[in-house]
Structures are given as C-alpha cells and as structure tokens.
C-alpha cells in the first residue's frame, strides 16, 4: 500500500466499524430508491443548484419551503418564495427555472450524464452534478468540496488547488478512485465517509 494512502485507508477502514457505517449504508439505500419521476428527479437537482455555495441545511430547508413551487411555479414565483429564506434568490430562481426545461431533453441513462449536466444547465458544474447523480444512486462519483479536498491536502495525497477546473476535478477524482480501491467503498460512500470524518455530519 502507498504510505501517502495508508492513514486515510485506516481512518476509513475503521469508521466502517463503526456505528456509523450503519448510517451511510442506510443513506445510500436511501439515495438508490429515489422514484426514476421527473419531479423526484428535478427536486434532487434543484437541491444540488441550492446548496452550491451555500450549504446541505440550507438546501434542505429551502426545498421544504419551496415545497411544489419548484416543479410548478413560474420564475416570480420561485424568486418570490426563494427571497424569504435564500440570500441568492434572484440569479438562483432563474437557474431553477431555466433547469426544468434543460432537464427534460436529457436522459439520466446517459454514460456521460455528469457531462451533459454541467454544459447544458445553468448553475451546476462538476461537483453540483456528481452530488446530484450520487443522491439519485449512482455510486461511482465523487462530490469534491473544499472539505474533502481539505483531507486530501491534509494527508499529503494533493496539492491545495488554485482552482478547481473540470481537468483538476477529474485529477482528484483518480485519487479518490484509489482510496476507495483501498476500502473497499464505492466513491458515493467515500464522500459520505471523508464528509463525517471533517464534519461529524451525515447529511445528502
């Protein structure tokens, strides 16, 4: 085993011992019995276009305010709702809206859904899309926020990015591959395992 990987390696290895791995494997049952809908779907992507930026409990808490606005409402509506709990709520209301239709034309079978969602929607890049196609159950994405990348540099396996570009993404992802190799976790438990370990936390 490479040194560089083996104190993440244990660190993982032995959350999966624990009471945790309970949870995560809870959450990713959870994750894969999303309904295959249009509005199911669309509400999983509207949650990942909120929580850009921002956070998991403020997209948690917007979604539950938004309630069928977000599947039916126009613009106004979406802005006017958004407005009373949602710091970005004019730019955000049009990505929500624009998203609908842009949604439509795309088929999540796709093998290159994470591409198709970043270039064709507004408001989601890499990141935005692989939580998006990890919360509807597919396993083999990684969510890469500056929590994780803060336990790559942290274990020497990075360097801190500048930025993240999708060339860089997909850089970080390969070493992410690894680790998982390594535990034995597909790379939608990994994030849930890292994100847990930097935040005590187990959220979508």
């Keep these: 085993m490479d040194k560089k990987f083996s104190v993440l390696t244990e660190l993982v290895n032995n959350l999966k011992k624990s009471p945790v791995k309970k949870i ?24 990942c ?13 917007t979604m539950d305010f938004l ?6 409402g126009t613009e106004k509506e979406i802005r006017e709702k958004l407005k009373k709990v949602y710091r970005f709520h004019t ?24 591409i198709e969602l ?29 929590h994780i990348v803060d336990v790559l540099v942290n274990h020497g396996l990075i360097e801190k990015p500048k930025a993240v570009t999708m060339k860089k993404y997909l850089e970080i992802e390969d070493v992410l591959c690894s680790l998982a190799k390594l535990t034995k ?20």
Excluded: C, Q
């Excluded at 999303?34 to 992507?45: A, C, H, I, T, Y």
């Excluded at 849930?192 to 370990?197: D, E, F, G, M, V």
């Design 67 to 72: 309630g069928d606005t977000i599947t039916l």
């Design 185 to 204: 976790t597909s790379l939608g438990e990994l994030d849930l395992y890292l994100w847990y370990h930097e935040t005590g936390k187990i959220l979508k």
């Design 91 to 114: 730019i955000r209301a049009g990505y929500l809206f624009n998203a609908r239709n842009s949604f439509k034309k795309l088929k999540i079978s796709s093998p290159s859904i994470r």
């Design 49 to 61: 276009i909120l929580t850009a930026g921002t956070s998991a409990e403020l997209g948690i808490k």
């Design 24 to 47: 995560i494997d809870a959450k990713m049952l959870e994750f894969e019995s999303v309904p295959r809908g249009f509005n199911s779907l669309f509400k999983e992507l509207a949650f």
């Design 118 to 146: 970043v270039k064709n929607i507004k408001g989601i890049g890499m990141k935005e899309a692989s939580h998006f196609l990890r919360n509807i159950g597919f396993k083999d994405y990684s969510i890469i926020d500056f």
